[in-house]
């Protein structure tokens, strides 16, 4: 083990990789006829079928759909062999296989879902359906979804059987211990440096008055489609979500889709055609359209518009927020009592502010790896100092204040099992991981149907899928 990144990069292309198959293919009793290819030289070679796992059946054209599928996602395929991208489509077939051997259940409303999303955002890039379906190579739309459906499935029982095996992987604190006790000192993991920070926020108060026109306008807009107006034209003209705005707000979302609770409960309270009375969210107000309901999934579109925050809002707010660290600097009350009594954010008022990680769910922060706007603002602090009022726009477009504070900076250095202990920890239940799949890659492999035809025996395979 040479470093953490190393460690990391390992288990993610094992386990996260995305799914880069073509459509899976049911072996059937009829004979499969092969399709000719035209290689580079001007000869001409046979697309038929070089490998079988259990049910799935793997074509030589196979291989060259997973290197275009990369390469159109920005990947580089430069150093990737036939031989390797062939083991890669073979463990996604015995994952695929394995998982309806243990009955995982993908249902046809989650691909359909999965279906949406990604077609949404392949028509973003390319332009309209009509050139998805040319760039696959399809002759219709039917036939294109037919296929995509396929690969979606089988992408997602891979997922499913590979979250399986990693979710009944746990290690123990002795487990932990002697993974650190077994890298040589050479090979200890190097950490960046990192920071521990606080925050304190003040939200400008919105006037009632300014809610009430905000609430109008969406009783007008509802008044106006109930007579005949168009609603996605308002929501083009008029909605402040510039996720569906350009869409006419349309939303495609079932009970799991990650909408902020008020929207989903009044979403999925509306009969067909209804339209909603504005409510409130953290983004601001709403009405909602309920276009189709089909089965768990509502098709929807809706207006967003946030009460406009006034210039005396923003010079009160940073007035208070002025106060406050002057209050802190003059040791009446300490940071983490303000932001408990006095700061506006509930995520991290019960923790005296101190901010999570989103990705290591700890309270450090590697300075190399910090969103760029974050780095600016806490960088060039020294520990304990507190920032100047910050005027900040969160997700939801609000505006709003912060303080910020370092209240621990950790040097850049080499692992140390105490400091660095939940770091350590993730390490070492990957690497956990990582040996359960291998044996479970042994294990599935001599019970499984597999047979590979042709050149292909010649691989060197990291898995012992010719089962010599």
Not at 136 to 154: A, H, M, P, V
Not at 215 to 244: M, R, W
Not at 279 to 294: N, R
Request: glycine share 6%; aromatic share 8%.
């Amino acid at each position: 083990m040479k470093s953490i990144n190393k460690i990391a990069l390992t288990f993610f292309l094992l386990l996260f990789s995305s799914v880069i198959t073509s459509a899976q293919e049911i072996i059937k009793d009829t004979v499969i006829v092969p399709v000719k290819k035209i290689q580079s030289n001007g000869k001409q070679k046979i697309d038929g079928v070089i490998a079988t796992v259990g049910d799935y059946i793997i074509l030589d054209s196979d291989i060259d759909k997973s290197y275009l599928e990369i390469a159109t996602q920005g990947g580089s395929v430069k150093d990737i062999t036939r031989c390797q991208m062939l083991g890669k489509l073979l463990e996604d077939k015995l994952y695929a296989h394995q998982a309806i051997q243990d009955s995982i259940v993908v249902t046809d409303a989650e691909i359909k879902g999965m279906m949406e999303d990604r077609l949404n955002y392949m028509v973003e890039q390319i332009g309209s359906l009509e050139k998805v379906v040319q760039y696959y190579k399809k002759d219709s739309e039917e036939e294109f979804r037919t296929y995509f459906s396929d690969i979606l499935k089988e992408g997602k029982l891979t997922s499913e059987m590979q979250k399986k095996i990693v979710d009944a992987v746990e290690i123990t604190p002795e487990e932990v211990r002697n993974f650190f006790k077994k890298i040589p000192t050479s090979d200890l993991p190097f950490f960046g440096a990192e920071l521990e920070v606080s925050q304190i926020i003040i939200t400008p108060k919105v006037s009632a008055e300014d809610k009430q026109k905000v609430i109008d306008k969406l009783n007008g807009f509802k008044k106006e489609i109930e007579e005949g107006s168009s609603f996605s034209t308002k929501a083009v003209l008029y909605s402040q979500d510039p996720g569906s705005r350009s869409n006419g707000g349309f939303y495609k979302m079932n009970r799991k889709t990650p909408f902020v609770k008020e929207f989903k409960d009044v979403a999925f309270s509306l009969a067909e055609g209804e339209i909603s009375a504005p409510f409130e969210t953290d983004f601001g107000y709403h009405i909602i359209y309920v276009e189709k309901i089909k089965g768990q999934e509502v098709e929807l579109r809706h207006i967003l518009l946030s009460p406009t925050v006034t210039e005396s809002a923003l010079n009160e707010a940073k007035e208070k927020i002025t106060l406050i660290k002057k209050r802190i600097e003059d040791k009446e009350i300490t940071f983490e009592e303000a932001a408990r009594t006095l700061s506006d954010e509930k995520e991290t008022r019960a923790n005296g502010g101190a901010l999570i990680n989103p990705k290591t769910q700890d309270t450090r922060f590697e300075l190399t790896k910090m969103d760029p706007a974050f780095y600016s603002q806490v960088s060039n602090l020294k520990e304990n100092e507190i920032s100047a009022p910050i005027l900040d726009q969160g997700e939801e477009g609000k505006k709003k204040f912060k303080l910020i504070t370092v209240t621990n900076r950790i040097d850049e250095h080499t692992a140390d099992y105490a400091k660095d202990y939940i770091k350590i920890k993730d390490l070492a239940l990957k690497d956990k991981q990582i040996t359960t799949i291998g044996k479970w890659f042994d294990e599935k492999i001599k019970e499984t149907y597999i047979k590979i035809i042709g050149e292909y025996r010649d691989c060197s395979f990291t898995n012992n899928w010719l089962k010599k």
